[in-house]
């Protein structure tokens, strides 16, 4: 995989210092955006991919966007946590092309990295901890707006911390996908730049030079699901993420992703996500 494939663009939602005293105990997260936890003191658990994970002193934590998770709190715990954006508009993600180690060891610099870029942005503390309270249009549009008056130079430094620690989490990523070739690889960044428009499995298939058949065999071996199910995570992923950012009507949505009947795309919506897009929206703009 080309390198250039995985240089992503991240903006700096919010950052700050809890404390805790058993009471960070929120269940079923499922956020847009990214998280990376730094523990400074206490114990506390992270919970996600069915693994139980404590949270160490001086350890950071990475929670890629669109990961269920919660967490678990029966003392005093001590954290800064950083919610961050990745601008993607055609791009892969960089979550969809690896997989990141849920821990790794800080160091001085580490430490001292998250406490600069805490300095140089105040104001971008959660009001709430509760994520029901951010988790939602308001906030996020709010945040993104922070980042576009924030001063150039602190802005770029800003950006340079949020690389630097992704890129100790990135020393340790594996390919999401180690056994796709790049037949596979072609269809893949072709799923992703074309995520709004209806996507067809005669072009995937020519795309890979396979035949019909013989292409969707080889992407249910190498990718474990069928290139419909892919699609369809992939397009309702991007739904979540538009309502957030702008107020399209489900229609408006719909058509936008390349759905042409509305109808269809309600039960997807549903299906993936356990709430129709009405229901949905309305979470997010309470």
């Not at 139980?52 to 002193?57: I, M, Y």
Request: with cysteine.
């Amino acid at each position: 995989m080309r390198k250039e494939k995985h240089l992503s663009e991240f903006i700096l939602l919010n950052i700050g210092y809890a404390e805790h005293h058993a009471d960070w105990n929120w269940k079923n997260i499922n956020s847009p955006f990214t998280r990376i936890h730094v523990v400074t003191r206490g114990n506390a658990w992270l919970l996600r991919d069915g693994n139980k994970h404590p949270l160490n002193t001086q350890h950071l934590y990475l929670t890629p966007s669109y990961t269920p998770h919660s967490y678990e709190c029966d003392n005093e715990f001590y954290l800064y946590y950083i919610h961050i954006y990745e601008t993607l508009e055609k791009k892969s993600s960089i979550f969809d092309q690896m997989n990141f180690p849920v821990e790794i060891e800080g160091d001085a610099l580490l430490l001292d990295l998250v406490e600069r870029l805490y300095l140089i942005n105040p104001g971008r503390e959660l009001s709430f901890y509760d994520p029901g309270a951010y988790d939602n249009s308001t906030e996020l549009i709010k945040n993104i707006a922070m980042q576009g008056n924030t001063p150039l130079a602190l802005e770029l430094e800003s950006r340079g911390i949020i690389q630097q620690l992704l890129s100790r989490f990135f020393a340790y990523a594996t390919p999401k996908t180690p056994n796709v070739d790049e037949r596979m690889s072609r269809v893949l960044e072709y799923i992703h730049t074309n995520i709004h428009t209806p996507i067809h499995i005669d072009k995937l298939a020519e795309i890979s030079f396979l035949t019909k058949d013989h292409f969707i065999r080889l992407f249910k071996k190498q990718l474990n699901c069928t290139p419909g199910k892919y699609i369809n995570q992939k397009k309702i992923e991007k739904a979540q993420l538009m309502m957030l950012i702008e107020n399209y009507s489900i229609q408006e949505l719909a058509f936008r992703l390349g759905f042409e009947n509305v109808s269809y795309f309600n039960r997807l919506f549903k299906k993936l996500t356990g709430e129709n897009p009405s229901q949905y929206k309305k979470r997010l703009n309470m």
